[in-house]
């Protein structure tokens, strides 16, 4: 795909992106035909790449700050230029603490990747999973680093709590012979950047998570 090779400028947010934002699209499954929204996507590089992977999905690529949302629409005017993809995949501003910008109807699907820092930030983030997945088999798909994150155990639990069953599937280790996910995604295959965007894509270890809600009977 195509990203801005100027986007840090744009938006500091932007200037070392997480790794984990480009291994979650290439171990996600298909999501044709699904609507798909994405939690917290700085530039969109996860949901631009899922939009190329899933040509029928439809896509909101989501965050709140305002020189973010920027950077994110000039990214995916590089990627879906034909007014029939912007319509599909869109920058939309979601604030998890206002229901009143979530989508309606709500989505199929959620993807995150790299989202929890600290503890803090839990109880709001898992709020806005659950509702903006209400619905029992509904999933969300997370790519995070094996450690190193603050406020992952509690995450998972409350997650757990909130009434997901949690699926995980190591997607790279740091001596795995998958190298095919480290390469390098810029369509320009110009290293120096890969390294600018991507610094901590080689030597460590990052998990894919699938959180399916379960019926409240269940």
């Known amino acids: 795909f195509l990203l801005s090779p100027f986007s840090f400028l744009l938006s500091p947010f932007s200037f070392l992106l997480p790794p984990s934002s480009f291994l979650l699209p290439q171990t996600a499954p298909d999501f044709?035909?699904?609507?798909?929204?994405?939690?917290?996507?700085?530039?969109g590089v996860t949901g631009i790449a899922l939009g190329k992977a899933s040509p029928t999905c439809r896509l909101w690529i989501t965050d709140l700050n305002p020189e973010t949302m920027s950077n994110m629409s000039h990214n995916i005017s590089l990627n879906f230029g034909a007014e029939t993809d912007e319509d599909r995949v869109r920058a939309k501003v979601v604030d998890w603490q206002k229901s009143s910008t979530w989508p309606s109807p709500l989505p199929d699907v959620l993807v995150g990747a790299d989202l929890v820092y600290c503890r803090e930030i839990v109880p709001l983030l898992v709020s806005t999973i659950a509702g903006l997945l209400p619905n029992a088999n509904s999933r969300f798909y997370y790519c995070a680093p094996k450690t190193g994150r603050a406020g992952m155990p509690e995450f998972l639990e409350a997650l757990k709590t909130a009434g997901f069953v949690v699926a995980r599937k190591v997607v790279a280790a740091e001596d795995d012979d998958q190298q095919e996910l480290r390469a390098n995604p810029l369509k320009s295959q110009n290293d120096e950047l890969f390294f600018l965007f991507f610094q901590d894509m080689a030597g460590v270890a990052f998990d894919l998570f699938m959180f399916e809600r379960q019926d409240d009977d269940a």
């Open 32 to 43: 044709s035909d699904k609507f798909v929204v994405e939690l917290g996507a700085g530039c």
